[in-house]
């Protein structure tokens, strides 16, 4: 019966717990000409635990890295099942996305992702038309196309900075941060909050998380550093 007890309070206390591998409905070779499989951890709101979400190509991990950035994101589902649909010759075909995010609101959306020069030859946009008018109901609401051309290089690698921020949670400075927000009034630089927070990078680590939460305002196109101007973000009425 002790050792029982013992067995309880491992499992109740925060130990850690690998991630749960990935959800993906398609799995791709770890090496080949076509792809370089790599796989990013992430925490959902929709789920308790930490997961791996695979990528076939970097322009699929930086897509994955903003998706979860994104303050209304709920969950994110790698290689989703496959859609059929009808093709601009008839044909009967199958195609598979490479995320379906859903958001708190509970719309759902459907990313291919491909380079631009590689999209615009096979037309894909036309393909991605074709796909979502025979969507099945409930799918997803909209599709959308992300090339390079919608990942802003730096955004990507605060969104990569936030990723790993996340995985130490820090419920007392993302708290102290969050009371010292509320009375923010102003603009002010981010060193000026931590200064007054007294936790030194454990400040501007919720700080940051806090700017992605939708706490503070800032420009997510710059790189974020203590020198960055935050302002509290204004409730909508």
Known sequence: MADANIMTNYFDDDFYRPPRPTTAGLMFPARSKLTVRGFTFAKLPAEEHWRQIISASQGERETCLLCLAMPDIWNLHDQPETVSFVDHDGKLRSHRFDYLAEFRNGSRVAIAVKPMERAEKLNFRATLRAIERDLPQGFADKVVLVTERQRHRVEVQNAELLNFFRRSPDDEADQVVLDLGRRLAGEMPIHQLIEKSGLGARAFRAVFRA?????????????ITPNTIISPRKETP
């Open 211 to 223: 700017i992605y939460a939708g706490v503070f305002n800032a420009e997510k196109q710059e790189r």
